[in-house]
Nanobody, 127 residues
């Protein structure tokens, strides 16, 4: 049984930075691509950033490109999301998720491509 546990969310001022972490267990972490999604109040969950199983390829939603960075440490079973230049519209619950396929370098930005989800961590950007 896969477990994904996010941490690091908090209240931060506009322009600030934050690093989210996601610890994985229950599956061979290094075999699977990972991603972060987010859900703002009253909106559907949306793709934020993804990383392939080796970490060689990263990809981002246009709204966060050049501000957010996804990274992983396979030896520690952890994936990170660095959030810089935060804006009020980044306020959301951020979810860590693991792909259902192994060893693929394709870019997946749909929820259906992922089969394990964390409980989420709240990020609030406000004065």
């Amino acid at each position: 049984q896969v477990q994904l546990v996010e941490s690091g969310g908090r209240l931060v001022e506009p322009g600030g930075s934050l690093r989210l972490s996601c610890a994985a267990s229950g599956r061979t972490f290094s075999n699977y691509g990972m991603a972060w999604f987010r859900q703002a109040p009253g909106k559907e969950r949306e793709f934020v950033a993804g990383i392939t199983w080796s970490g060689a390829i990263t990809y981002y939603a246009d709204a966060v490109k050049d501000r957010f960075t996804i990274a992983r440490v396979n030896a520690k079973n952890i994936v990170y999301l660095q959030l810089n230049e935060l804006k009020p519209e980044d306020t959301a619950i951020y979810y860590c998720t693991m792909q259902r396929r192994t060893y693929t370098n394709a870019r997946y930005d749909k929820e259906a491509d992922y089969d394990a989800w964390g409980q989420g961590t709240q990020v609030t950007v406000s004065l």
